[in-house]
């Protein structure tokens, strides 16, 4: 259904008194307060075209309508297509500038984005097999195992325990690290695997001790450590209280409510498939905002996502806001574009 102007500006002023209110909008208010210009017989046809069309319903405990997630898809695009550049926010900049490593700096961000929204905040780190390497260092441990330490660009730290079957002495594990780090540093892991299997098998390489020891060392320290993206999330709390107030109103809500909360907790705990979710928008650059159906999983219907990629030198991360349907898309959109180009500026600045 194409949208008539004034239909427009009707469903606009619903979705917005509905998300400053949480209660049902009736045609008597938009009529009176909303600054429609028509009647309240108009408004009631007007609003009968909206809710055959879906893009708003009527709840059985109210004669007003609420917006649907198309509705408020028509207000987001309104809110995009209007939009201005986001202003920077200092006190964000400040403190991801004060932030020694990336996983300190990703803290700050989440916090913020937490804080101000009122919603869960995350930040998801850019994918693994993107990740620099930077340093490479074998511990030795008992019998054959070695503790293989990676730190990738960033200042992002991943250890792992492997047991190589075979005993090296501290001297040359310490040889090993030395070389794979004079001749992989500033390679992508992805990179840093192929070359070094590459050189396996080149029969020659294996001529020199030093050499085979350190890619058989790699190879099976890069192989046991196959990092996943980093996610941090922050706000749960603010988020439950949002929903049990919402909740309160009705004991079916309740119900509605705390089956959503214990849905999204279990999906934060598994942090592995909110991981795989949130990939998927890293898939377009720049603000990316998903509205309640339109993900492509149930499990995240109640919710609304705002959220934009940030380049970390050439990798892609994002950062974003979780909450519900009715959520202030306006600041949330304002909010999750500055903090972007917060993260993006001390990552061109690393």
Known sequence: MELHDRDRRVLETLVRCYIDTGEAVSSLWLATRGRSGVSSA???NILSRLEEAGYVRQPHTSAGRVPTDRGYRVHVDQLLSTRRPAKTVPDVEERIKRAGTLDEAMSEVSNELSRVSHHIGFVLGPAPETATLKHIEFVPLEASRVLVVVVTGGGRITHKVVDLHETYTAVELQQSANYLNAEFTGLMLAEVR?????RIREERSLYDALMARALQLAQSGLQAIV???????QGASMLVDELAAEASKAREEEARALGTLRTLFRMIEEKHRLIRLLSGYLDVPGLTIVIGTEHGTPELEPFSVV????DQGGRTGAVGVIGPTRMRYARAISLVDAVARAISVKNEDA
């Open 307 to 310: 959220a934009s990629t940030y």
């Open 42 to 44: 108009t408004v009631r």
């Open 227 to 233: 990092p996943e993206s980093s996610l941090v999330v």
């Open 194 to 198: 192929d070359a070094i299997l590459a």
